[in-house]
């Protein structure tokens, strides 16, 4: 203890000096945007590698489950080719077709699904095209939107987030609706804003709308539940189950939307009534 002493004694300038210039780099990261974001950035890629690594290690023993999903899904996507391609019939049914749409594939490197406000980490970032705002889906249906974007990782809000609405539509009545998660289970979320004349039944398929450049229109978001019939008149709602099971997310795609900067511009320079 004496020597401790002894030794603050004698260098407390150059102990001091470093104190306060570690506060002087705190304050400065705090309060300056641009610093703030170059600080948050360089957060998200060490924490992203840090995920990255874990998920790889986990990856290793789960090698017999990945492969068996891939194969699932490169098997979809044959079938998938086949409809396409085939001109026998003049009734054609694919997904994605829309050339406008681009599809940037992604792991998942780490997730939450118990908070309030849930968020997905995936290992692709700025420097593989990825941009805020753009849409996430996986091969059972829609994921979330990209919230905040570093070097080579990406922070998606998902559909487990308490400010998450998406536009959805039912797939038979094409009546539109907004589909939200108000519950505490992954699996499960609400859609609001039905007509009352509508009438619901489980198993009702729930997909994207027209009205989002975010997501392409017609992807599976959900199925009905459980309708929930109001008791005041109002608008009805029902309890949905969620297409993707994001307790077993590990593959998802990036939706990049070619013409997403015309329709931004066009949508900002509309006259303010």
């Keep these: 203890m004496y020597n401790l002493i002894r030794f603050i004694q004698k260098h407390h300038f150059v102990i001091l000096f470093l104190v306060l210039e570690v506060l002087c780099i705190v304050m400065l990261t705090l309060t300056q945007g641009f610093h703030r974001q170059r600080r948050i950035n360089t957060t998200n890629d060490i924490v992203g590698k840090i995920y990255e690594t874990g998920t790889n290690v986990g990856d290793y023993f789960r090698l017999g489950k990945i492969n068996r999903d891939l194969a699932e899904e490169n098997a979809l996507l044959r079938r998938q080719l086949a409809v396409v391609t085939d001109t026998t019939t003049s009734y054609v049914e694919y997904v994605n077709a829309d050339t406008i749409y681009e599809f940037i594939p992604a792991r998942v490197v780490n997730s939450t699904l118990n908070r309030p406000n849930n968020y997905i980490m995936i290992d692709k970032g700025r420097a593989d095209g990825i941009e805020k705002d753009m849409g996430v889906i996986s ?66 398929t729930l997909v994207t709308s027209s009205y989002s450049y975010i997501f392409p229109e017609n992807l599976i978001a959900g199925t009905v539940e459980e309708p929930l019939k109001s008791s005041t008149g ?40």
Excluded: C
């Design 139 to 204: 091969t059972e249906g829609i994921v979330g939107i990209v919230a905040d974007v570093s070097a080579h990782y990406a922070s998606v809000m998902s559909l487990l987030h308490s400010y998450s609405t998406i536009s959805v539509r039912f797939k038979e009545s094409g009546q539109l609706a907004n589909l939200r998660w108000e519950t505490s289970n992954y699996r499960y979320g609400i859609v609001e804003d039905i007509p009352t004349h509508l009438t619901l039944s489980k198993g009702d």
């Design 234 to 273: 109002a608008l009805n709602r029902a309890k949905v189950r969620f297409a993707t099971d994001f307790s077993s997310l590990k593959n998802v795609y990036v939706i990049h939307h070619t013409n997403k900067a015309e329709l931004d511009s066009l949508f900002n320079n509309q006259p303010k009534l």
